[in-house]
């Protein structure tokens, strides 16, 4: 079993910044990515950003620029800094891990229970 243990969300005037983090631990054998979503009431939940085993990086448009992804150099946590926070960036956001637990090449999806990023004046 793996857990995702997620930390950093809170309230944020317009402008500002947080950085969300979250630790991957249990019966990890590879973490293929790591990433974050979010979700509002009513759609669905969309990649905020990801971050593979080998350094490589998605964004989704509406944070290029904003937010950036990052992970410890054992690979098993991952943050987000978000600066620049606007309203529409006001979510639940959800950590993701894409891992291997018994060393074959098929892939497993675990979600943390996220964590409320509120940004308001």
């Known amino acids: 079993q793996v857990q995702l243990g997620e930390s950093g969300g809170g309230w944020m005037q317009p402008g500002g910044s947080l950085r969300l983090a979250c630790a991957a631990s249990?019966?990890?054998?590879?973490?293929?990515?790591m990433g974050w979503y979010r979700q509002v009431p009513g759609k669905q939940r969309e990649l905020v950003a990801a971050?593979?085993?080998?350094?490589?990086?998605n964004y989704t448009d509406s944070v290029k620029g904003r937010f950036t992804i990052s992970r410890d150099i054992a690979g098993n946590t991952v943050y987000l800094q978000m600066h620049s926070l606007k309203p529409e960036d006001t979510a639940v956001y959800y950590c993701?891990?894409?891992?291997?637990?018994?060393?074959?090449?098929?892939?497993?999806?675990?979600w943390g229970q996220g964590t409320q990023v509120t940004v308001s004046s």
């Open positions: 971050i593979t085993s080998d350094s490589m990086t």
């Open positions: 993701h891990a894409q891992v291997s637990t018994s060393g074959s090449s098929y892939r497993e999806d675990y």
């Open positions: 249990g019966s990890i054998f590879r973490i293929f990515a």
